[in-house]
C-alpha cells in the first residue's frame, strides 16, 4: 500500500508563509507527478501546483510567483513554498501522487493517491 501524509498547515496572518510537505511511503516504485490541490466547502478541488518527475511544473494562476512546488525525489517528498499568503488561499491542501507500485518487487500499476489534507487558514 502507498500513503502519503502532509504537515505543514497552520494559521497564518495575510502576508506571511507556510511551507507544506507530503512524504509518500509504501510499496513505491516510482513516483511521476506529485501534486498540490486546495479544496474550500462549496468548491471545487483545484490544482494549485504540480511537478513531474523530470522537474517540469505547472502553478495555477492565482499563485504563481508567491508558490514554488519542489520535490525531493530520494524521500519521495513534495514541497510547497508557500508566501505571500491571503485570505483567499484558506483551504484544505491536498497531496496527490501517481505512483508506479511494486508486486512482487517488480513495477505493478500505476495508480493516483491522495494525502489527508492539512488546513491552511490565512486571517486577514
Known amino acids: 500500500q502507498v500513503q502519503l501524509v502532509e504537515s505543514g498547515g497552520a494559521l497564518v496572518q495575510a502576508g506571511g508563509s507556510l511551507r507544506l510537505s507530503c512524504a509518500a511511503s509504501g510499496t513505491i516504485f516510482s513516483i511521476n507527478v506529485m501534486a498540490w490541490y486546495r479544496q474550500v466547502p462549496g468548491k471545487q478541488r483545484e490544482l494549485v501546483a504540480s511537478?513531474?518527475?523530470?522537474?517540469?511544473?505547472n502553478y495555477a494562476e492565482s499563485v504563481k510567483g508567491r508558490f514554488t512546488i519542489s520535490r525531493d525525489n530520494a524521500k519521495n517528498t513534495v514541497y510547497l513554498q508557500m508566501n505571500s499568503l491571503k485570505p483567499e488561499d484558506t483551504a484544505v491542501y491536498y497531496c496527490?501522487?501517481?505512483?508506479?507500485?511494486?508486486?512482487?518487487?517488480?513495477?505493478?500499476?500505476?495508480?493516483?493517491?491522495w494525502g489527508q489534507g492539512t488546513q491552511v487558514t490565512v486571517s486577514s
Open positions: 511537478m513531474t518527475s523530470g522537474g517540469s511544473t
Open positions: 496527490n501522487a501517481d505512483v508506479m507500485t511494486l508486486l512482487l518487487g517488480a513495477p505493478s500499476a500505476l495508480l493516483n493517491y
